[in-house]
Nanobody
Framework: QVQLVESGGGLVQAGGSLRLSCAAS????????MGWFRQAPGKERQIVAAISWNGGSTYYPDSVKDRFTISRDKAKNTMYLQMNSLKPEDTAVYYCAACSAPLGVGCSRPYDYWGQGTQVTVSS
């Protein structure tokens, strides 16, 4: 069992930065593929970053590549998402998630565990 708690969301002006954190409980956290997702009102949830269990591989969609950076600190059982050059279209609720059945930097089935989400609002 893994429990995930996000923090670090807020209101920021376009061009600004935020760092989200995802604190995980559970001794097996270090073996999970981890991901960040977001969902804007009226839109489907989309992945914005993923990181392998050892941090050696990452994935970003083109929409956030070169602006967002995912990382994890196994000693602290925490994952991060550094978001730079934020745009109004980045406004969404951001969720962290854990996958127990990774396939590279993808998940071979739906992610197993989800946090409650944190709101990120980017004003123009």
């Amino acid at each position: 069992q893994v429990q995930l708690v996000e923090s670090g969301g807020g209101l920021v002006q376009a061009g600004g930065s935020l760092r989200l954190s995802c604190a995980a409980s559970g001794r097996t956290f270090s073996r999970y593929l981890m991901g960040w997702f977001r969902q804007a009102p009226g839109k489907e949830r989309q992945i914005v970053a993923a990181i392998s269990w050892n941090g050696g591989s990452t994935y970003y969609p083109d929409s956030v590549k070169d602006r967002f950076t995912i990382s994890r600190d196994k000693a602290k059982n925490t994952m991060y998402l550094q978001m730079n050059s934020l745009k109004p279209e980045d406004t969404a609720v951001y969720y962290c998630a854990a996958c127990s059945a990774p396939l590279g930097v993808g998940c071979s089935r739906p992610y197993d565990y989800w946090g409650q989400g944190t709101q990120v609002t980017v004003s123009s």
